[in-house]
């Protein structure tokens, strides 16, 4: 049961345009949810985060929307730059735990 | 402020063989976790540990196992190697406090070919 979903496997864009990245969950206990940049070989690297008291969070040129009652979350990049390629990782966690569960991942390429 | 470590990077075993991977936590966090990744079951988590206590575990068979120290360093080791075992091993650490929403940073990992 896969309860954190990315079912884009990839993204290709133009350097200077939006990237969106999109993720679905289905665990309502989930209410903590992150997005990692991993490049292959490479432990992932944290980018942002999102709490469910929040809808939006943002960090220069990430935010990260969450919509509750969709169990929809996305990461927007503006503008996109060619170093943003790499696999994005949406994870999320329920405040009890301390394991987070993680989606298949994106891969993102920002064209020059 | 110095990151996760992991050690060693990159190991090589057979079949039956027994490996242990090391994780340092950046300094003040005090729980570590481990996750596996391969390419058919993505990012897994395997456990965590706080306090010299594993406090949460994935659904992992018995031969992946793990410790904590009173310095917060965590080893995971892996009994009778199976092909599958083959994977980037992941750690994280945190606080580990639970009172707030806490961010896992994970190492480099550790590259495990088994052969």
Redesign the interface.
């Known amino acids: 049961d896969q309860q954190v979903k990315q079912n884009s496997p990839s993204l290709s864009v133009q350097e200077g345009r939006i990237s969106i990245l999109n993720c679905d969950y289905t665990n309502s206990m989930f209410d ?1 949810f ?1 997005w ?1 940049k991993k490049y292959p ?6 980018l942002i ?1 999102i ?1 469910s008291i929040k809808d939006k969070n943002e960090d220069g040129r990430f935010t990260v929307f969450l919509n509750k009652s969709a169990k929809h979350l996305s990461l927007h990049i503006v503008p996109s730059q060619p170093g943003d390629s790499a696999v994005y ?1 949406c ?1 999320a966690e329920e ?11 994106t891969q993102l390429t920002v064209n020059p | 402020k110095a990151g996760v470590t992991q050690t060693p990077r990159y190991l090589i075993k057979t079949r039956g063989q027994q490996v242990t991977l090391s994780c340092s936590p950046i300094s003040g966090h005090r729980s570590v976790s481990w996750y596996q990744q391969t390419p058919g079951q993505g990012l897994q988590f395997l456990f965590e540990y706080f306090s010299e206590t594993q406090r949460n575990k994935g659904n992992f068979p018995g031969r992946f196992s793990g410790r904590q120290f009173s310095n917060s360093r965590s080893e995971m080791n892996v009994s009778t190697l199976e092909l599958g075992d083959s994977a980037l091993y992941l750690c994280a650490s945190t606080l580990g406090t639970k009172l707030l929403y806490e961010t896992q940073y994970f190492g480099p990992g550790t590259r495990l070919l088994v052969l």
């Open positions: 903590y992150l990692y070989a490479e432990g992932p690297t944290f985060s709490s990782f994870a405040t009890s735990g301390s394991r987070l569960t993680f989606g298949e991942g």
